[in-house]
């Protein structure tokens, strides 16, 4: 991995490059744009251009002005491999809901030590938007007075979500969504199949790291196998369907959020083959997300009475809605499996 | 790598190291301590970014073949100190390492050393050197006036001021000052002020030292060195400005009073006894020949502990925070202190020997 690797991104990458070029590199940024889309990888590659051994960026050479680092000196190998002393992470993936002072203050300590290899010292805050409204003022004492070769980089998917008196400290970066062929091309080059390559880039949003989280939860076989199902939805299985999926959500969940979660990406896989299903029946322009079971689409559309693939499509919103409450899940799935037979099986 | 060795001659320098290993998380590798070999027997090195240690074992332990290895600090902690007396056999084998001794074998899981951050060379060319004992004296008669966890990140360290003929070390945490001052025989050029972090500091004092050994010290602009015949601790220093110590010490003190330390850190903890969390402090009540430690909450009651003291000047009435005497009257080591005071507002002054000193804030009493 390395610079020129990164996937798109050319506003931020020209902002950098000019930032750098100019010797005008500041020392808080916030990198906005929604998840799996790059942003901890740009973090990280800027990191090591700043300390790799064979850069421009090390001090004392004059700055030739080219952002890019080799991937191959120790500093860069210890920077990929989280090891290196003044390059530090404050990860909340799998920390509670909201990162709390005391989670955020490691980071700051690490930033008020001198350099270990210096000049800089980099702290970077994944999903800052997750932090907690304590944690996000204690950083401002910080970037008031930043420390000499500090570098403060907070990724967040909802800018809105940082109090003003951050946000308004920091330069924003805007990460965008990827061009849907490109995201193809590098699920393709990470060893997915075509078809699920396809499907993956179009349900993703321009997310390749959405779409690689979606494929190593076997997310691609999971849908073909519910579409499947529901394709074939009748009144005599209707209420084992609900079960299966109940029963397959809940498979290896270790609470009942991430079954939640599982329960609402079934879902979405569901709005995508009605929505292709919505399309065909309208003879509108546009490509089929599950061109994959194209068979199954175009049988659907032709067997579903006029008006209740809308109708579909909005219990399917509403359940969805529904298991972001308390509610029963397993109740919510047999009644949404009971309305879409009564649509489509007159 | 193959090593062969004494329990007992690696336990304590890899159980010194293993401390060290970080415990964060984010950095699996620093939960490792590192043992490469030299060609007198081996080093063993840990670090948690900030602070890192190296320790030479000689005695001991015979080298096979050369080499390093990365070992969890934990696991094989736990395997020295569990494993008998006796001789014992590290061995590099495929995808991991052996430790094998009379009875046993253990198969342990490595990482690859090369992740392991750099540490410093063992060979350094010392600012100045001073007797172990006289600098761990001066960090534990400093350290405890150091703030914990300020986001004044200069508080949570001790200053190191080195000038051509003097040591200073200085802590504070915005309510008392501690100063600690040593002569130093050998004259260097100046060097620019140091805030080293107290883990460093408190790792210093558990290196193995002989008596009368030396503790040899260098500064650097971002990082400050010790070392000693074994062992070598080194630290990142702290990022800020300590506030300008020298000028709160109060100079204009006309009453002066030398006090027995046993008898008064007693007096204090006695008085003491009868304060609670929310009104913790203790009055001190100077009068001719008289010092009297009392305190008073409504809640607990009323305690008094009278001392003779040789005092000829003006009555005086001061209050303090009892922990903020305690700490004080423990760290130093005199018989005598003087205490020093001017008015009930103003801070007051206690000196241990002529080269220690600590301002303490009073309190206001109702």
């Known amino acids: ?346 | 790598m193959k090593l062969r060795f004494a329990r007992e001659a690696l336990r304590e320098a890899f159980q010194l190291a293993a401390s060290v290993a970080g415990q964060r998380t984010t950095k699996p590798v620093l939960q490792n301590v590192k043992v490469e070999t030299t060609e007198q027997g081996v080093i063993v090195s840990a670090t948690d970014l900030e602070v890192a240690i190296r320790l030479s074992v000689v005695e001991g332990v015979e080298v096979l073949e050369q080499g390093q290895i990365l070992l969890p600090a934990s696991r094989v902690a736990g395997i020295l100190r569990e494993s008998p007396a006796g001789e014992l056999e590290l061995e590099t084998v495929q995808s991991g390492c052996q430790i094998k001794g009379k009875d046993s074998v253990f198969k342990v899981l490595v990482e690859d050393p090369e992740e392991f951050p750099r540490l410093p060379s063992m060979q350094i060319e010392p600012a100045l050197r001073i007797a172990a004992k006289d600098l761990v004296g001066m960090v534990r008669k400093t350290a405890f006036a150091t703030a914990k966890e300020s986001t004044r990140y200069a508080l949570n360290g001790i200053l190191f001021v080195i000038t051509d003929h003097t040591l200073e070390l200085a802590a504070t945490d915005g309510r008392r000052l501690a100063v600690a001052t040593l002569d130093l025989e050998k004259t260097e050029a100046t060097l620019p002020p140091a805030i080293v972090p107290v883990k460093a500091l408190t790792e210093l004092e558990r290196l193995p030292t002989q008596e009368e050994e030396a503790v040899e010290i260098k500064l650097e602009e971002t990082q400050v060195f010790f070392k000693t015949e074994r062992g070598l601790i080194s630290s990142r220093l702290v990022e800020g400005n300590f506030p300008p110590h020298r000028e709160v010490i109060p100079k204009d003190m006309d009453k002066k009073v030398k006090v027995r330390r046993e008898s008064l850190l007693s007096a204090v903890r006695q008085a003491a006894l009868l304060t609670t969390e929310e009104a913790k402090a203790v009055r001190l009540s100077l009068s001719p020949a008289k010092l009297t430690v009392s305190s008073k909450t409504p809640e607990s009651g009323e305690a008094q502990v009278n001392l003779e003291v040789k005092y000829s000047g003006k009555p005086l009435e001061i209050g303090f925070n009892p922990d903020f005497l305690v700490d004080v009257l423990r760290a130093v080591e005199e018989e005598e202190i003087e205490l020093e005071a001017s008015e009930p507002t103003r801070p007051a002054v206690i000196r241990a020997g002529k080269d220690y000193l600590y301002v303490v804030m009073p309190l206001t009493l109702l």
């Open chain 1, 1 to 346: 991995m390395s610079f020129k690797d990164i996937k798109g991104q050319k506003e931020a990458k020209e902002f950098f490059q000019k930032a750098v070029s100019k010797d005008r590199l500041g020392f808080f940024y916030i990198f906005a744009g929604p998840d799996g889309v790059g942003k901890g990888l740009f973090a990280r590659e800027l990191a090591k251009s700043l300390f790799c051994e064979s850069g421009a960026l090390r001090p004392g050479k004059p700055s030739v002005g080219t952002l890019d680092n080799c991937s191959s000196c120790p500093a860069c190998l210890r920077i990929d491999s989280d090891n290196h002393p003044d390059v530090n992470w404050l990860d909340v993936r799998e920390s509670a809901e909201l990162v709390s002072v005391k989670d955020a203050r490691p980071l700051q300590d690490a930033l008020y030590l001198k350099p270990a290899e210096g000049p800089f010292k980099v702290a970077i805050v994944r999903q800052a938007d997750r932090l907690s409204i304590a944690a996000a003022n204690s950083l401002l004492k910080t970037l008031e007075e930043p420390p000499p070769g500090a570098l403060l980089i907070l990724l967040a998917a909802a800018l809105e979500a940082l109090p003003a008196t951050v946000r308004s400290r920091g330069q924003v970066v805007r990460f965008y969504p990827l061009p849907r062929d490109v995201v193809e091309k590098m699920l393709c080059q990470r060893g997915l199949g075509e078809e699920e390559a396809r499907y993956l880039a179009a349900i993703s949003q321009g997310s390749p790291g959405r779409a690689l989280e979606i494929a190593q939860r076997d997310g691609f076989q999971e849908k073909r196998n519910l579409v499947e199902a529901f394709a074939h939805l009748s009144k005599e299985n209707d209420l084992k369907v609900a079960e299966e999926l109940y029963r397959r959500a809940g498979k290896d969940a270790q609470n009942s959020m991430e079954r939640r979660k599982r329960l609402l990406n079934l879902i979405t896989y569901l709005l995508y083959f009605y929505r292709d299903i919505y399309l065909l029946r309208e003879e509108a322009q546009g490509l089929l997300v599950n061109e994959d079971q194209g068979d199954l689409v175009r049988r659907l559309s032709q067997r579903l009475k006029s008006g209740a693939v809308e109708k579909i499509i909005t219990i399917l919103l509403e359940t969805k809605r529904n298991l972001l409450y308390h509610s029963n899940q397993h109740l919510v799935l047999a009644v949404l499996t009971k309305e879409i037979v009564n649509l489509a099986v007159p």
